[in-house]
Nanobody, 114 residues
Framework: QVQLVESGGGLVQPGGSLRLSCAAS????????MGWYRQAPGKEREFVAS???????GYSESVKGRFTISRDNDKSTAYLNMNSLKPEDTAVYYC????????WGQGTQVTVSS
């Protein structure tokens, strides 16, 4: 059974930082492209960042320079370090694992507000 479990979300003030984690089980983690997506209220889910098996990374323009994606294959975990957070970063953040099939986590809420 495949599971992706996100954690690390919460309430943070503008300019603050958070680190999200995505712990995977039931998959050969090192073979998968790992990605982070987010969905704000009333909006469609959008791409945030991804990291390939070879550790190549990609980011949306809205987070480039502020967010960093990484992975630890020994721990089967992907991370998203988020700095200089803005109110418009408020969303539910989802982890995605993709190889031949793709899988989603249940999401973790990030709220940026003073």
């Amino acid at each position: 059974q495949v599971q992706l479990v996100e954690s690390g979300g919460g309430l943070v003030q503008p300019g603050g930082s958070l680190r999200l984690s995505c712990a995977a089980s039931g998959i050969a983690f090192s073979s998968y492209v790992m990605g982070w997506y987010r969905q704000a209220p009333g909006k469609e889910r959008e791409f945030v960042a991804s990291i390939s098996r070879g550790y190549d990374t990609g980011y949306s323009e809205s987070v480039k320079g502020r967010f960093t994606i990484s992975r630890d294959n020994d721990k089967s975990t992907a991370y998203l370090n988020m700095n200089s957070l803005k109110p418009e970063d408020t969303a539910v953040y989802y982890c995605r694992a993709q190889y031949f099939l793709h899988y989603w986590g249940q999401g973790t809420q990030v709220t940026v507000s003073s």
